[in-house]
Protein backbone atom coordinates (compact mmCIF):
# COMPACT_ATOMS: atom_id res chain seq x y z
CA UNK A 1 0.00 0.00 0.00
CA UNK A 2 1.57 3.54 -0.79
CA UNK A 3 1.27 6.30 1.91
CA UNK A 4 -0.95 8.36 -0.51
CA UNK A 5 -4.72 8.73 0.42
CA UNK A 6 -7.04 7.74 -2.01
CA UNK A 7 -10.53 6.31 -2.17
CA UNK A 8 -11.28 8.58 0.62
CA UNK A 9 -9.02 6.31 2.81
CA UNK A 10 -6.99 8.79 5.32
CA UNK A 11 -3.37 7.96 5.88
CA UNK A 12 -0.91 8.42 8.68
CA UNK A 13 2.49 8.42 7.59
CA UNK A 14 5.72 6.93 8.24
CA UNK A 15 6.97 10.25 9.79
CA UNK A 16 3.43 11.57 11.32
CA UNK A 17 3.16 11.30 15.22
CA UNK A 18 -0.40 11.67 16.36
CA UNK A 19 -0.59 12.66 20.69
CA UNK A 20 -3.92 12.19 21.30
CA UNK A 21 -6.81 10.20 19.56
CA UNK A 22 -8.09 9.84 15.64
CA UNK A 23 -11.42 9.06 14.62
CA UNK A 24 -12.96 8.53 11.71
CA UNK A 25 -16.13 7.06 9.87
CA UNK A 26 -14.07 5.94 6.58
CA UNK A 27 -11.04 3.72 6.81
CA UNK A 28 -7.60 4.55 8.16
CA UNK A 29 -4.14 3.20 7.29
CA UNK A 30 -0.97 4.04 9.95
CA UNK A 31 2.20 3.74 8.80
CA UNK A 32 3.16 6.40 11.82
CA UNK A 33 2.81 6.44 15.44
CA UNK A 34 -0.51 7.08 17.25
CA UNK A 35 -0.20 7.62 21.29
CA UNK A 36 -4.05 7.57 21.95
CA UNK A 37 -7.56 5.83 20.57
CA UNK A 38 -8.36 5.19 17.21
CA UNK A 39 -12.06 4.53 15.89
CA UNK A 40 -12.58 3.78 12.71
CA UNK A 41 -14.74 1.72 10.25
CA UNK A 42 -11.65 -0.11 8.35
CA UNK A 43 -7.99 0.49 10.32
CA UNK A 44 -4.92 -1.27 8.79
CA UNK A 45 -1.81 -1.05 11.03
CA UNK A 46 0.99 -1.00 8.24
CA UNK A 47 4.28 -2.80 9.47
CA UNK A 48 6.02 0.49 10.52
CA UNK A 49 2.66 1.49 12.04
CA UNK A 50 2.79 1.85 16.05
CA UNK A 51 -0.60 2.10 18.64
CA UNK A 52 -0.29 2.86 21.93
CA UNK A 53 -3.71 2.56 22.73
CA UNK A 54 -6.96 1.47 22.33
CA UNK A 55 -8.77 0.54 18.64
CA UNK A 56 -12.52 0.09 17.73
CA UNK A 57 -13.28 -0.59 14.40
CA UNK A 58 -15.55 -3.04 12.04
CA UNK A 59 -12.66 -4.44 10.97
CA UNK A 60 -8.95 -3.93 11.97
CA UNK A 61 -5.64 -5.53 10.01
CA UNK A 62 -2.53 -5.96 12.13
CA UNK A 63 1.11 -5.36 10.84
CA UNK A 64 2.51 -3.53 13.10
CA UNK A 65 2.77 -2.50 16.79
CA UNK A 66 -0.25 -2.21 19.27
CA UNK A 67 -0.89 -1.81 22.51
CA UNK A 68 -3.91 -1.91 24.34
CA UNK A 69 -7.45 -3.41 23.70
CA UNK A 70 -9.32 -4.16 20.52
CA UNK A 71 -12.63 -4.43 19.54
CA UNK A 72 -13.81 -4.77 16.24
CA UNK A 73 -16.14 -7.20 13.96
CA UNK A 74 -12.75 -8.91 12.24
CA UNK A 75 -9.70 -8.98 13.14
CA UNK A 76 -6.17 -10.06 11.90
CA UNK A 77 -2.92 -10.11 12.68
CA UNK A 78 -0.20 -10.67 10.25
CA UNK A 79 3.14 -12.34 10.57
CA UNK A 80 5.58 -9.82 12.27
CA UNK A 81 2.93 -8.41 13.87
CA UNK A 82 2.76 -7.69 17.82
CA UNK A 83 0.29 -7.11 20.07
CA UNK A 84 -0.61 -6.61 23.52
CA UNK A 85 -3.53 -6.10 25.32
CA UNK A 86 -7.05 -7.24 25.23
CA UNK A 87 -9.17 -8.62 22.16
CA UNK A 88 -13.05 -8.82 21.85
CA UNK A 89 -14.03 -9.92 18.49
CA UNK A 90 -16.09 -12.16 16.10
CA UNK A 91 -13.53 -13.16 13.96
CA UNK A 92 -10.20 -13.71 14.42
CA UNK A 93 -7.29 -14.58 11.75
CA UNK A 94 -3.37 -14.80 13.20
CA UNK A 95 -0.77 -15.54 10.87
CA UNK A 96 2.43 -17.62 11.66
CA UNK A 97 4.93 -15.20 13.03
CA UNK A 98 2.52 -12.71 14.52
CA UNK A 99 3.15 -12.10 18.22
CA UNK A 100 -0.06 -12.13 20.73
CA UNK A 101 -0.24 -11.48 24.38
CA UNK A 102 -3.30 -10.60 26.26
CA UNK A 103 -6.82 -11.94 26.60
CA UNK A 104 -9.06 -12.74 23.59
CA UNK A 105 -12.67 -12.89 23.25
CA UNK A 106 -13.47 -14.50 20.05
CA UNK A 107 -16.93 -15.20 18.72
CA UNK A 108 -18.87 -12.64 21.11
CA UNK A 109 -18.27 -8.80 21.22
Known amino acids: MNEN ?17 LETNGSVAIHGTVNGHVTAAKLVLETSGKIKGNIKADSAEVLG ?3 GKIN ?7 AGAVLKGAVACEE ?3 ESGAIISGKFRVGTK
Request: aromatic content about 0%; proline content about 0%.
Open 72 to 78: TQSLTVR
Open 65 to 67: HQQ
Open 5 to 21: SQNGQSVVSTDVTIDGN
Open 92 to 94: LVV
